[in-house]
Nanobody, 121 residues
Framework: QVQLVESGGGLVQAGGSLRLSCAASGRAFSRSAMGWFRQTPGKEREFVAGIIWSGGGTYYADSVKGRFTISRDNAKNTIYLQMNSLKPEDTAVYYC??????????????WGQGTQVTVSS
């Protein structure tokens, strides 16, 4: 059983920062990439950022480029999402996922439970 556990969400004022973490545990699982997605009520889950596990290459949604940074710690089997200059429209439940390199949620096999990020104006 693979488990992805997110942490680090919370309430922050616009312009502030948060850092999300996602720790993978359980049996070793094959994945070429890990990513962060977010979802608000009534909307589809959307890609935020992704990282190639072996090479470390990254990719970002245009809406977060220049403000968010995804990184990984291979030894700890953990990925991070540093979120700076947060905006109210960043408010969502954030999920981490493991799978193959893609911006499409269906291409990811493993998901965390989600962590709420709320940005007040």
């Amino acid at each position: 059983q693979v488990q992805l556990v997110e942490s680090g969400g919370g309430l922050v004022q616009a312009g502030g920062s948060l850092r999300l973490s996602c720790a993978a545990s359980g049996r070793a699982f094959s994945r070429s990439a890990m990513g962060w997605f977010r979802q608000t009520p009534g909307k589809e889950r959307e890609f935020v950022a992704g990282i190639i596990w072996s090479g470390g290459g990254t990719y970002y949604a245009d809406s977060v480029k220049g403000r968010f940074t995804i990184s990984r710690d291979n030894a700890k089997n953990t990925i991070y999402l540093q979120m700076n200059s947060l905006k109210p429209e960043d408010t969502a439940v954030y999920y981490c996922a493991g799978g193959r390199w893609s911006i499409t949620p269906a291409d990811y096999d493993y998901w965390g439970q989600g962590t709420q990020v709320t940005v007040s104006s």
